[in-house]
């Protein structure tokens, strides 16, 4: 398996050359054919914090990473009336309150907010929400017994820059770029593997392991293998996207922001030169046009481009990796933008497969487990998704009360109903967000625990007191920080 084929270029596909090339021996050569007549989905990404591990492994600099895409930081996600109209939640990068506490905060902040004696948001006890709320951003310390060592970060960037400085760093590394529209898979008539792709001037690309970054049309592992499709719309049913850049804001946020529109949800993630937004919505309930005129009219600025419209179906492959075919990124499946998993997903596809790599020949138990972890992995994370969509109260659309009254996962009922109960929080194998996560939307959708018992040591805290101590300690620390505006001028501002 030496000659690998990557159909397709944008982040998947780049992504996916950086590392093949970072980590395979040099006797593997890496082709990548895409077409500049074919653009890139990317309208500008926001991601989790694993992509800092990502950058590292490919060797990037952070500053020289930020610079070249205009990127910004990320301390994690606000929620803007997805439970109903008024209500705010933040989704942190980071813990609450501080780890080496006896008892988690989540204990304290129950008995004290049923006697009245605390925030009523579990917000103002997390260090990445305080930090981000007075738009400042430094790295977190690495001494445990500060609080400014409880959150971490990510990132917001332009896709296409960062996908063209994955290209300069993989053509560095051998890896040749092929320009040619992609029209036909030459398959092998006994094992149905492919053996080639033909181009639109009839040359062919041979290879022995081809992945498939060719988005949502899947040139190689459905048009050309037919896998077939697993549609989750009757769980995450928006199915479109509007999505437009517009002029910066005076305040240079370090966080995403999600608003949750009649029949759906905006997006609005600031880079340094520009703010990405975009309207996530369902066909089923708004048109295309009220749509892009309902995201126009909420923007921070003016406009700089023509609104674009993206479709989709919520779902994933049958099978990501199918007789000698893998697909990573769009390609492989689609779970919306909610949660900034698109570049995650395609990130873990590539580490699953350099660990699975097929040197010598394909072997099913091998193919298989892949397949077994990707989709584990987009089941968790699915059901992360539809937990923000089915713990609502809103009123005012259909795709609200359809989705508070849809049936769901079974997984997913077992961890609501845990936490309902007791406040436990359930994680299950391959889950891509940690406990924090799943506490920040439990509570931040008013999934509250009926009951949530203090550990035998923690009786004798006085927990207001012990709250408001790290509320006002948290805030005194925040406050020494640089702006987020500052950080980046002194490190990492772009060049124009």
């Known amino acids: 398996m030496n000659r690998i084929v990557i159909a397709g270029g944008g982040s998947a596909g780049w992504m996916t050359a950086a590392a093949l090339s970072n980590q395979l021996p040099p006797d593997c050569s890496i082709t990548l054919v895409e077409s500049e007549e074919i653009g890139i989905v990317g309208v500008g990404e926001a991601t989790i914090p694993p992509i800092k591990k990502f950058n590292q492994a490919l060797g990037l600099e952070e500053f020289e990473f930020i610079r070249r895409t205009k990127g910004s930081y990320k301390l994690g996600i606000q929620f803007v009336d997805w439970v109903e109209p008024g209500r705010r939640y933040f989704h942190p990068f980071g813990t609450y309150g501080r780890p080496f506490d006896f008892g988690h905060l989540m204990y304290f902040w129950h008995q004290a907010h049923k006697q009245g004696k605390a925030s009523s948001s579990l917000d103002d006890y997390c260090m990445a929400w305080v930090v981000a709320n007075q738009a400042r951003f430094a790295p977190p310390l690495l001494d445990p017994r500060s609080v400014l060592s409880t959150y971490d970060y990510a990132y917001h960037f332009d896709a296409s820059l960062y996908a063209a400085y994955l290209r300069e760093v993989s053509e560095r590394r051998g890896v040749v770029r092929m320009?040619?529209?992609?029209?036909?898979?030459?398959?092998?008539?006994?094992?149905?593997?492919?053996?080639?792709?033909?181009?639109?001037?009839?040359?062919?690309?041979?290879?022995?392991?081809?992945?498939?970054?060719?988005?949502?049309?899947?040139?190689?592992?459905?048009?050309?293998?037919?896998?077939?499709?697993e549609s989750w719309t009757h769980w995450l049913p928006c199915d479109r996207a509007v999505a437009v850049p517009c002029e910066s804001a005076q305040d240079f946020l370090p966080y995403t922001r999600s608003t949750a529109r009649t029949a759906g949800w905006q997006w609005r993630i600031p880079l340094q030169h520009r703010i990405g937004n975009g309207y996530v919505y369902s066909s089923n309930y708004l048109d295309e046009a009220s749509a892009a005129t309902a995201l126009l009219a909420n923007l921070d600025g003016k406009a700089l481009a023509e609104p674009r419209t993206l479709r989709f179906v919520t779902g994933r492959r049958r099978l990501g990796w199918n007789r000698n075919v893998i697909a990573i990124g769009l390609s492989s499946g689609f779970l919306e933008p909610l949660e900034s998993t698109s570049l995650h997903l395609i990130q873990s596809s590539i580490l699953r497969l350099v660990t699975l790599f097929p040197h010598r020949g394909i072997d099913p138990a091998v193919r298989d487990e892949y397949n077994r972890i990707s989709n584990s992995e987009l089941d968790r994370v699915r059901d992360f998704l539809i937990l923000h969509y089915h713990l609502n109260r809103r009123t005012d659309g259909e795709l609200w009360r359809y989705c508070a009254n849809m049936p769901i996962p079974d997984t997913l009922r077992e961890n609501i109903n845990h936490f309902r109960r007791g406040g436990r929080l359930i994680q299950r194998e391959f889950d891509v967000f940690v406990r924090a996560s799943w506490l920040a939307v439990h509570v931040g959708q008013l999934n509250l625990p009926e009951a949530c018992e203090l550990p035998p040591q923690a009786h004798a805290t006085d927990s207001a007191a012990w709250l408001e101590k790290m509320r006002t300690t948290m805030q005194t620390e925040a406050s020494r920080?640089?702006?987020?505006?500052?950080?980046?001028?002194?490190?990492?501002?772009?060049?124009?």
Request: glycine letters at 12%; hydrophobic letters at 35%; a negative charge.
């Open 179 to 229: 320009e040619g529209r992609i029209v036909e898979s030459v398959l092998n008539g006994e094992s149905g593997h492919v053996e080639a792709l033909r181009l639109q001037d009839g040359r062919e690309v041979p290879g022995d392991l081809f992945i498939d970054c060719s988005g949502f049309r899947g040139l190689l592992i459905e048009k050309a293998l037919q896998t077939g499709y």
């Open 481 to 496: 920080l640089p702006t987020h505006q500052q950080f980046i001028e002194s490190h990492c501002r772009a060049v124009a």
